[in-house]
């Protein structure tokens, strides 16, 4: 089957790199997507693995549709039968951008009298009684191609089962990871994210570094279909499990998460908690303003807030004079900020050695990257 890869914007080739440990080399990569070809196994594979794209969707047929009823035909053609059982309950989703096909009702309505026609020809049944396990299918129409996707993962991705609550702008767990993988920071590093709210970017950095698979603390809609078997499920999770490194790595791990607000950190705590590291990030109330450490080559990675997250010019100021102060007393330490602030660097004085464009939820931002110098290499003994 051909098997899509959601992302978001700017993560393409953090997943596609994912992909190529898992095994994965043949994959063609688009804006906020990847292609490849996969089985029910591989489906299950991803779903449990993929630590920064958003869903794993099964791609039933591309056709142009300029009409209602080409897209009516096109859904009609497609062989349905080969993904959906008899008894399944299914719901369509539309989306058209640039499309001659706007009426996301009306897309709607048609692929699904056109699928449910398909599914009765393709089974030779009368009816088909949506009783089962649930297909949610997606009609993407963009410049006038109509894709039909069917969602195997149900929650998107970034759910991975262990946070308790968020705060009024969560950071998504997929980007927090990217962000991690984005960065030079390794186990043999301190880490440090000075305005830690509930503790996202340092949960997903600890797990990333154990090979922690990011969904083994969830269910994912397509475990409920019988093409994926427990068989398949069970060696998939085995062999996340034999892949985890955490007994290994957790010992080196020095993190730290500081925040102003105790509450917040509360909920990091319960966080890292259902995460299963709690014994592994250190949490503090501190001010950012009064960031040290006497650490040599550490790594910072934070998303401060900023705009209409906090309102206050003063405040804002503050935490950039933090910055500033914070680059000059630890010199040897690299910084990883991601901000939708584009006058970052004029606010802070200093220009990122790299700039990449993100994009948490629909909120476009920027990943600036001060990187301090290398490590020295440590000597062998001989």
Not at 58 to 64: D, E, M, P, V
Not at 78 to 107: G, Q, R
Not at 325 to 342: C, G, I, Q
Request: charged fraction near 30%; charge should be positive; include cysteine.
């Amino acid at each position: 089957m051909k098997l899509i890869i959601a992302t978001a914007f700017g993560l393409e080739s953090v997943v596609a790199k994912e992909l190529e440990r898992l095994g994965y080399e043949k994959t063609a990569a688009d804006n906020g997507r990847i292609a490849l070809e996969g089985t029910y196994e591989d489906i299950c594979r991803l779903n449990l693995n993929i630590s920064a794209g958003e869903r794993v969707m099964i791609c039933a047929n591309t056709f142009k549709a300029t009409s209602f009823d080409e897209l009516f035909e096109g859904t009609k053609s497609t062989p349905w039968e080969k993904y959906i059982p008899a008894d399944a309950t299914i719901t369509v989703d539309a989306k058209s951008v640039n499309s001659a096909l706007f009426s996301l009702s009306d897309c709607q309505r048609i692929v699904k009298k056109a699928l449910v026609e398909r599914l009765k020809y393709g089974h030779s049944v009368r009816a088909i009684p949506e009783t089962g396990a649930l297909y949610p299918v997606t009609v993407s129409i963009r410049n006038d191609i109509a894709e039909l996707l069917i969602d195997t993962s149900g929650d998107g991705l970034h759910k991975r089962g262990w946070r308790s609550k968020a705060g009024e702008a969560p950071l998504k767990e997929t980007l927090a990871n990217a962000m991690a993988a984005l960065s030079f920071w390794r186990p043999d590093r301190p880490l440090i994210d000075p305005m830690c709210g509930s503790g996202t970017i340092l949960i997903e950095a600890a797990l990333r570094e154990m090979h922690v698979a990011p969904g083994h603390k969830r269910h994912f809609i397509c475990e409920n279909w019988r093409q994926t078997t427990e068989n398949m499920w069970n060696k998939v999770r085995l062999e996340a499990d034999e892949y985890s490194r955490a007994d290994e790595i957790r010992p080196m791990l020095d993190i730290c998460g500081y925040d102003i607000d105790r509450r917040v950190l509360d909920t990091a705590r319960k966080n890292a908690i259902e995460a299963g590291i709690a014994d592994t990030i250190h949490f503090q109330q501190r001010d950012f303003a009064e960031l040290s450490s006497k650490k040599q080559y550490g790594c910072i990675i934070t998303n401060p807030p900023y705009g209409e997250r906090i309102g206050d010019k003063a405040a804002i100021n503050k935490i950039y004079a933090a910055f500033r102060r914070a680059m000059k007393e630890l010199p040897s330490w690299s910084f990883y900020v991601l901000t939708a602030d584009e006058n970052f660097e004029n606010e802070i004085g200093r220009k990122a050695d790299k700039k990449r464009k993100l994009y948490n939820g629909r909120i476009k931002v920027d990943y600036y990257q001060f990187y301090g110098p290398r490590p020295p290499k440590k000597k062998t003994a001989e």
